[in-house]
């Protein structure tokens, strides 16, 4: 069952522009997560957000959690041509080890 | 760093056949699933398992079935492969312990399966 749903599905933007992705689910959380995926491989870790958390940053990445309306951001600040990849939320099924993974958005950044 | 590999990257494999896909981590993780990805739906957990010997459904487990003898290594198992089958296959682990890296899932670099 999907429980996250990316928003947009594909985003091509200029490199050194700014790259926004949100995200929404269905039911209560413990945390979000977000991962990439370059074309045909596994998935990277990149963040994790906690319920209790509203905003966190790492690096270039920024990630936002608002739980009552249960969506989530991912901003990727002066992107480059190597961020082009697939990029996935997923919640925990709470009170499991599972996570539930959205349907994506492909990023495409044009040099 | 937590390497998770999968024993092939690409397999083709006719209808009818019975199909191993192994999946091997180094990080003495309890947890390990089995996705399937296909383009639109993102992906899809087939199986889980929290421990050795351990297994649970996931949501499409229909078809396969999984193996964990031991605690670093989790196999996949199509018993009668069929074209609807044609997938990425991604494994992935991760540790029941808290603390840093709890909850997060290290995947492996997937096996793309055609099924003829």
């Known amino acids: 069952s999907q429980q996250g749903e990316e928003d947009p599905q594909a985003l091509s933007i200029q490199e050194g522009e700014n790259a926004t992705m949100n995200c929404s689910y269905k039911?209560?959380?413990?945390?979000l997560q977000w991962y990439r995926q370059n074309s045909g491989r596994g998935l990277v870790h990149l963040i994790l957000?906690?319920?209790?958390?509203r905003e966190k940053h790492s690096g270039r990445l920024r990630v936002t959690l608002d739980t009552s309306k249960k969506s989530s951001s991912l901003l990727i600040t002066a992107s480059r041509a190597a961020d082009t990849a697939s990029y996935f939320c997923?919640?925990?099924?709470?009170?499991?080890?599972?996570?539930?993974f959205g349907t994506g958005t492909r990023l495409q950044v044009f040099p | 760093d937590v390497k998770v590999t999968q024993s092939s990257r690409y397999l083709v494999k006719r209808t009818g056949e019975k199909v191993f896909l192994e999946c091997v981590q180094d990080m003495d993780h309890e947890n390990m699933f089995w996705y399937r990805q296909d383009p639109g739906l993102g992906l899809r957990l087939i199986y889980f398992s929290y421990d050795v010997k351990m297994k649970e459904k996931g949501d499409i487990p229909e078809g396969y079935s999984v193996s964990r003898e031991k605690k670093e290594r989790f196999s996949l198992i199509l018993e009668s492969a069929s074209t609807n089958q044609t997938s990425m296959y991604l494994c992935?682990?991760?540790?029941?312990?808290?603390?840093?890296?709890?909850?997060?899932?290290?995947f492996g670099p997937g096996t793309r399966l055609t099924v003829l």
């Open positions: 039911t209560s959380i413990n945390n």
């Open positions: 992935a682990s991760s540790t029941t312990l808290v603390g840093i890296g709890r909850d997060t899932q290290y």
């Open positions: 997923a919640t925990d099924a709470y009170n499991t080890d599972k996570l539930i």
């Open positions: 957000i906690r319920s209790n958390e």
